[in-house]
């Protein structure tokens, strides 16, 4: 099996170019044909670089994937970091968070989509350890500005922490997987219009039912 310590050091460091190339194109290829749709040649013919650089980097087709989804989420961890220590109210840093959450799944709904398809596969065998990890890691951050708002009086008390992230997760993909419907539902003619109606409309109503949850009745 996979090294946890191995895998999480290794997302956290900073990947070369070139391995942000091959994971950006296997990350395509794998939500777009599947895992086992995929082959490790054709993912090096379409990043321009042989079969024997993608062993050296990642080992497997296995392991390119977990590299795959430990490097997309380890960005939101940082960037949670970096929220809980601004000088926020704990509601605009819940608002802070929504945002994050939506531009992740319009940035990178691909890698969705392979989490849904692949990791929940229990024939596959991928180490989820390291994923698990830094979801929890996120979690504990978001718990962290949950409590600052509770110990500040603002937030209620009964609030459950761990059911937040996927109220807020949920939402944003169902509605972006059920583009078409919505599309056609609110006469929206383009998807770029429909990725702003997301940023803008969706994301004001998401924040406002997030903290119906969190905030005592006035």
């Known amino acids: 099996m996979f090294n946890f310590a191995g895998a999480f050091k290794f997302s956290m460091d900073k990947y070369n170019d070139k391995q942000i190339e091959i994971i950006q194109v296997a990350e395509k290829l794998f939500a777009l044909d ?4 995929t082959s490790v040649r054709v993912i090096a013919s379409q990043a321009n670089v042989n ?3 993608i062993s050296y980097y990642f080992g497997s087709k296995e392991r390119l994937l977990e ?3 430990l490097f997309r989420i380890n960005g939101l961890r940082l960037q949670l970091e970096n929220l809980v220590a601004e000088d926020l109210s704990p509601i605009e840093k819940m608002d802070k968070i929504i945002e994050y959450y939506i531009q992740q799944v319009l940035s990178n709904m691909s890698i969705h989509q392979i989490i849904q398809n692949e ?3 229990k024939k596959r065998d991928f180490n989820l350890h390291a994923f698990t990890e830094v979801k929890k890691s996120n979690l504990a951050l978001i718990k962290h500005i949950i409590t600052e708002g509770q110990l500040q009086g603002v937030f209620k008390e009964s609030v459950n922490a761990e059911l937040i992230t996927p109220m807020i997760i949920g939402p944003i993909i169902y509605f972006k997987l059920n583009k078409l419907f919505y599309k056609d539902l609110l006469t929206i003619s383009s998807d770029a219009d429909y990725d702003f109606y997301i940023k803008s409309e969706f994301t004001i109503h998401l924040q406002k039912t997030i903290k119906a949850l969190l905030l005592h009745e006035n």
Do not use: E, P
């Open 34 to 37: 599947g895992f086992d749709g």
């Open 51 to 53: 079969v024997a650089m």
């Open 67 to 69: 590299s795959i989804v």
């Open 119 to 121: 990791f929940t596969n």
